[in-house]
């Protein structure tokens, strides 16, 4: 039952706002409540009449009568004055400039064992004899490791220092121009991102246990001139400045074809003496697809997008990707911007070596897999953006040949070969101009960087 009225001969409903008593009855928060019985909403022919203006005015008045009737006078005009007081301010604060965005932290204080340390500072920590909590011995003094020459591991704090004096001190220690490790480490994993393989090939690991660097003498210089700035470096930590001095270097000009003499000395390619041949990673290989299928959607900032959905969030949540609508406009964005979970990854950028959002991964597998390749033929992103991407050739020309012609062009940045244009053409004719887009995307030559 949703709304029970009673109502006198003069039209009043006088079972409004009473209480409503039942030895049995099944609720559901929020509407279906026993004090909803008689609150004077329901569905009757004013509500359902497609005059909004005539539904609403219904309801302020309904709004006002249950107003009238269960709220007393002092409070009502209470309630007045306070709603104009709220329309000025607003009015002041609708000619204020929109503020700027900014993200922000604090600390939860809660309650119980979930207390935060807001407003009483930084915990007391003790070594542990023989990691027994119960077994505290000398207390720990805000520090760090003593590897910076003539620097003191210990952090000069005052007593009443709160937590995040502790935070400002290690990222100071951190950026000290003396550090030996901080400047190394940044240019290391951005030579990486553009060789494959770092100066160090262990990037998260510059101790002991780590890989000797390749070229130690490279790796100090790049470090220097990138912390200080200098000839090549145009500011000071300009990580734009550092980017183009790599790419525009001759070892980074180089092909990536093998040379018989040079396998023979150095087979790993260690000291460069090529390019490496490099397969793209999961997410550009995913962008790529929706650049050439005209899809890619350039918005930068806002709310990731989730390419899955949701069933069972009330216990056990089920991201099913396989549910997933690949022709969402919402999706179409870089890849850069997905909703990543952590105990569930996408499959199929899982099959092309995406990294585990779970894990700290210093550098990505490169692999090549039979699912890979299956992936690239069957997926149905793969199959849709297929679709949309021979469209996309058929409104610009109109016969095969200059349609596959403007696909390699695209694809590869390069003229079709005349092979090429005899077997997709014979493709094409057979089978359609979408399953020539699904052999491109699945060629070596869109996946691989030479």
């Known amino acids: 039952m949703a709304e029970l009225t009673a109502l006198t001969p003069a039209g009043k409903n006088v079972a409004r706002g009473k209480k409503v008593t039942s030895r049995d009855s099944i609720q559901a928060p929020v509407r279906w409540q026993r004090k909803n019985l008689v609150d004077g909403y329901y569905f009757g022919k004013a509500m359902n ?185 145009d500011s000071p930590q300009s990580f734009k400045s550092l980017h183009r001095l790599i790419v525009t270097s001759a070892v980074y000009r180089q092909s990536s074809n093998g040379n018989p003499h040079s396998t023979n000395i150095d087979r790993n390619n260690q000291f460069l003496w090529r390019m490496n041949r490099r397969k793209l990673d999961a997410e550009s290989i995913r962008d790529s697809v929706l650049t050439l299928a005209g899809k890619l959607d350039m918005q930068m900032y806002g709310p990731g997008f989730r390419d899955f959905i949701i069933e069972h969030p009330q216990h056990s949540p089920h991201y099913r990707y396989d549910k997933h609508n690949p022709d969402d406009p919402l999706t179409h964005r870089r890849s850069v911007y997905r909703f990543l979970v952590r105990s569930q990854q996408q499959p199929f950028m899982e099959t092309l070596d995406c990294a585990d959002p779970s894990q700290r991964v210093a550098k990505r597998n490169e692999t090549q897999t039979s699912l890979q390749a299956l992936a690239l033929l069957n997926n149905k992103l793969i199959l849709r953006m297929a679709e949309h991407f021979a469209a996309r050739l058929a409104t610009k020309k109109k016969t095969l040949p200059d349609q596959i012609e403007l696909a390699c062009r695209l694809a590869f940045g390069r003229a079709a070969t005349d092979i090429e244009k005899r077997e997709l053409l014979a493709l094409a004719t057979e089978h359609g101009m979408a399953n020539v887009c699904r052999v491109i995307f699945n060629l070596n030559e869109f996946v691989f960087i030479d």
Request: hydrophobic share 35%; proline share 8%; charged share 20%.
């Open 49 to 233: 009449s497609g005059d909004t203006a005539q539904r609403l005015k219904t309801l302020l008045t309904a709004r006002q009568e249950l107003l009238e009737t269960s709220v007393a006078a002092e409070l009502r005009a209470e309630s007045m004055r306070v709603t104009q007081q709220q329309a000025k301010v607003a009015k002041h604060l609708s000619k204020l400039p929109r503020p700027s965005r900014v993200y922000a932290g604090t600390v939860h204080h809660g309650s119980g064992n979930f207390r935060g340390r807001g407003g009483l500072g930084p915990r007391t920590i003790h070594v542990l004899i023989r990691g027994d909590v119960r077994n505290p011995g000398q207390r720990v003094v805000p520090g760090t490791l003593p590897i910076v020459p003539g620097v003191s591991w210990k952090f000069p704090l005052p007593k009443t220092h709160r937590e995040g004096d502790r935070r400002v001190a290690l990222a100071n220690w951190l950026t000290l121009p003396e550090h030996p490790l901080t400047w190394r480490s940044i240019v290391n994993r951005v030579w990486l991102h553009h060789f494959g393989r770092g100066i160090v090939d262990s990037p998260n690991d510059f101790g002991r246990m780590g890989q000797l660097p390749s070229h130690p003498q490279l790796l100090d210089w790049l470090a220097v001139e990138f912390r200080d700035g200098g000839k090549w470096i």
